[in-house]
T-cell receptor, first 117, second 115 residues
């Protein structure tokens, strides 16, 4: 079975400060990992994805995430927060070939990011 | 830019009534997903279609929920009868295929409130 744990349901930062949203995963096969952002009453938008190429993945709006197999982590970072980054962020894992969860996307509980002026 | 379309955006109904949600995926996307997102939680997969066939409905409450994708294009999710606990956001997503690296594109969702 695969699972995702997002540490911290709420994160608050000041505008211009570093953003760090934590995600740990569990998967029986090499995973595909995703970060999505959701604004109120909207669907999810993909920020970035890890598909076993480079371990440091760059996404939209200056977000990036690093895949660390030894730590089973895929934390999301952004060097400088902007007011428009305030939203809910979801980490998700998708099983690779050979696993019983092949193709199925499993989401974490989400982290609400608040950005203070 | 192609998008996943969903309707209605909002639905209020009374318990025991029937409700239906519609989804039109991005053209050419063979795989379609319905997710339920309860407030404060991440989305949970209800059903996955590959073309017109269901490939995963293990989390679909089949006594009251049904889903179809008759021509392998658009899809309908139905709840009958609705219960208070069904209040949630229902999200539709589509992808080119089910392979792990394929991105899932999400629609805006239908917010269901059951009174």
């Amino acid at each position: 079975a695969q699972s995702v744990t997002q540490l911290g349901s709420h994160v608050s930062v000041s505008e211009g400060a570093l953003v760090l949203l934590r995600c740990n995963y569990s998967s029986s096969v090499p995973p595909y990992l995703f970060w999505y952002v959701q604004y109120p009453n909207q669907g999810l938008q993909l920020l970035l994805k890890y598909t076993s190429a480079a371990t440091l993945v760059k996404g939209i709006n200056d977000f990036e995430a690093e895949f660390k197999k030894s730590e089973t982590s895929f934390h999301l970072t952004k060097p400088s927060a902007h007011m428009s980054d305030a939203a809910e962020y979801f980490c998700a894992v998708r099983g690779g070939a050979g696993g019983t969860s092949y193709g199925k996307l499993t989401f974490g509980q989400g982290t609400i990011l608040t950005v203070h002026p | 830019e192609a998008e996943v379309a969903q309707s209605p955006r909002y639905k209020i109904t009374e318990k025991s009534q029937a409700v239906a949600f519609w989804c039109d995926p991005i053209s050419g996307h063979a795989t379609l997903y319905w997710y339920r997102q309860i407030l404060g939680q991440g989305p949970e997969l209800l059903v996955q279609f590959q073309d017109e066939s269901v490939v995963d409905d293990s989390q679909l409450p089949k006594d009251r929920f049904s889903a179809e994708r008759l021509k392998g294009v658009d899809s309908t999710l139905k709840i009958q009868p609705a219960e208070l606990g069904d209040s949630a956001m229902y999200l539709c997503a589509s992808s080119l295929g089910a392979r792990g690296g394929n991105e899932q594109f999400f629609g805006p969702g239908t917010r269901l409130t059951v009174l």
